[in-house]
């Protein structure tokens, strides 16, 4: 996946009107400043467009302090095609809305792909991009005072990881393909057998 656009509003320290951050020509970025100046709310706002997480916050806490409503865009490109999806989330209710639009590039549009639920949104996302938030947070995204998440996670836990980021899931679906067709295979010869 590579991050093409970001549109933030209310979106932790950044509130209305900030301009958008074009990510399309940057090969090699290098976040610099003061502490407090929303360095990690620019990641945060990427893994929250997508998975629904950054930190383990909850979303309360991400939305600007004294605002009622936030939204999330990013543009990226996965696959070799070009998606974008908006996150939303409003204090409106005992519990809160939220909403998540998906779609992809079609000409110089694009055409909604959200699913019929959120999750179901989200699941797509996650198929996508062949990769789940803690597979990430484990593998591509070095958190602020969690950079050693992946060395501390099990070995099982790494062999996931690892897995996924690898796409060696691929392998089990063919092994599994593979053992189906002998076993086919198996029974048609013992029928062929039988009828001898």
Known sequence: MLPLTLKLHNFLSY??????LHLEDVHFACLC????HGKSALLDAITWAIWGKARNQRQEQL??????????ELEFEAREQ????VRRYSRAGARGARSLELAVAVGDGYRAIT???LR?????????????YDTFVRSAFLMQGRADLFTMSTLSQRKEVLAKVLGLELYDR???RARAHTREAQARLQTAGAIR
Not at 15 to 20: A, G, I, L, S
Request: no cysteine; glycine share 10%.
């Open 63 to 72: 939305l600007h302090q004294g605002q009622q409503e936030m939204r999330v």
């Open 82 to 85: 070009r998606y974008r999806v």
């Open 15 to 20: 509130r209305e009107n900030v301009p958008t």
């Open 120 to 132: 179901a949104t989200e699941a797509y996302l996650e198929d996508l991009l062949s990769m789940d």
């Open 115 to 117: 699913g019929n639920s």
């Open 33 to 36: 400043g003061a502490n407090g």
């Open 174 to 176: 063919l092994e599994a």
